[in-house]
Structure formats: C-alpha cells, structure tokens
C-alpha cells in the first residue's frame, strides 16, 4: 500500500508542472456566452471570406491548432500563410443548423456541421464538413484556438 501511496506522490510530482505550465499556457479568464462565441465565429467566417489578415491575426490565438479534413494540421502561422499566399481561398463558409455552443468558463465548444467553398491549390471545391471549434476568452478578448472538422460523404 505504502508503495503505491510512494508512485501515486512520484506522478503528481512530475504531472503537477505540466499541469501548471498548460493551464498557464492557455491563459483564459472569465466567462464566455454562447452568443459571444456565435459572434466570434461568424466574425472569423467574415474574416476569412474577405482576406482580413488583420481580423485574422486578432481573433486567432497563438496557440491555434488547425485541423483540416484531409488530415493535414496548421497552427496559426502556417493557416494564415495559405490564404495570404493564395494557396488556400475561402471564398463561402455556411454553417448548417445544426450548430450547438457549448460553454465551460473560458471556453466554448462549437460543434456542428457546414458547407465550405474553398479554392485550394487552384481548384474550386465544396466540402461538407462536420467540425468542432474552440473558442477561448482571454485577456486580449476571444480567440479561435482549436479546429478539427471531418469530411461528410455524399449520400448513397
């Protein structure tokens, strides 16, 4: 008993920094509304629809995680890259109606499903996507910190 007491005490004591550092690295205050993140995320819809590289690298966190629905993931420089570059153009992002916030303190959960017209690599294609976003509130306001979407097949 006294030796598992012993690893339980070893493992906090190399988690609890860890631990620390993420929490502080994440940075959130507050507490966000739905309505607050329903806004932000439109605000980023409008943002990468019309290249506002500016809105963009206000309301991205530092700390985004970009998960593509073909696998490939970007953080926030490299995101933005593509579509100032021209390698990636957003020219139509609908969400559907079945979006749903979720919030927990600092942060909100989106998850639903959309219809992304998006010009990649020079060719124009649709993607129906099912996606969850974060979204945390911070000092400096709202930032976009986390996206993971998942192609939806046509229907048979």
């Known amino acids: 008993m006294a030796h598992r007491y012993l690893r339980l005490l070893a493992l906090s004591v190399m988690l609890g920094p860890v631990a620390a550092g993420t929490a502080a690295a994440q940075g959130c205050s507050g507490t966000i509304t739905a309505d607050e993140a329903l806004k932000a995320e439109a605000a980023r819809y409008a943002a990468q629809t019309t290249n506002d590289f500016a809105a963009m690298e206000r309301l991205f966190g530092n700390d985004l995680t970009y ?8 953080d926030k420089a490299r995101y933005i890259d593509a579509m100032r570059s021209g390698r990636t153009k957003y020219r139509k992002m609908t969400p559907n109606s079945d ?3 979720r919030t927990y303190g600092c942060i909100a ?3 639903g ?5 998006v010009t990649t690599g020079g060719q124009d294609r649709t993607l129906p996507l099912r996606y969850t976003t974060i979204w945390a509130k911070r000092p400096s306001g709202l930032e976009f910190v986390s996206w993971q979407s ?3 097949p046509p229907k048979p």
């Open 113 to 117: 499903t959309a219809v992304y017209e």
């Open 109 to 111: 959960i989106i998850t």
């Open 67 to 74: 998960n593509h629905s073909s696998a490939a993931s970007d």
């Open 150 to 152: 998942t192609g939806i």
């Open 99 to 101: 979006v749903n916030t």
